[in-house]
């Protein structure tokens, strides 16, 4: 079984930076894509930022410019660096990512989530 951890999320001040990170851990054969979502109160999940193990990665408009995701394949850990943050990114921050194992294919996972408030 494939499991996911957040880390990272907490209280920051608006102008500053944070990064969060999210580890995989299990019979990971290969890791196809590394999506951050977030999730803030009353509003709908998110995609904040895309990362495919081929290709580009992508952003929502909201956070381009200020968010960067970027991966370390050898610990299948991804990371999402968020700069200039605005009292409208508080959230609860999801990773979910796409993996292939031998015995079941591939399956997306999800981590927990880590809330991330930012203060004005």
């Known amino acids: 079984q494939v499991q996911l951890v957040e880390s990272g999320g907490g209280l920051v001040q608006a102008g500053e930076s944070r990064k969060l990170s999210c580890v995989a851990s299990?019979?990971?054969?290969?890791?196809?894509?590394m999506t951050w979502y977030r999730e803030a109160p009353g509003n709908q999940r998110e995609l904040v930022a895309y990362?495919?193990?081929?290709?580009?990665?992508k952003y929502a408009d909201s956070v381009k410019g200020r968010f960067t995701i970027f991966a370390d394949n050898a610990k299948n850990t991804v990371y999402l660096q968020m700069n200039a943050l605005k009292p409208e990114d508080t959230a609860i921050y999801f990773c979910?990512?796409?993996?292939?194992?031998?015995?079941?294919?591939?399956?997306?996972?999800w981590g927990q989530g880590t809330q991330v408030t930012v203060s004005a």
């Open positions: 299990g019979n990971i054969v290969v890791i196809n894509t």
């Open positions: 979910s990512m796409n993996i292939y194992q031998y015995q079941t294919g591939r399956q997306d996972y």
């Open positions: 990362l495919p193990r081929i290709g580009s990665s």
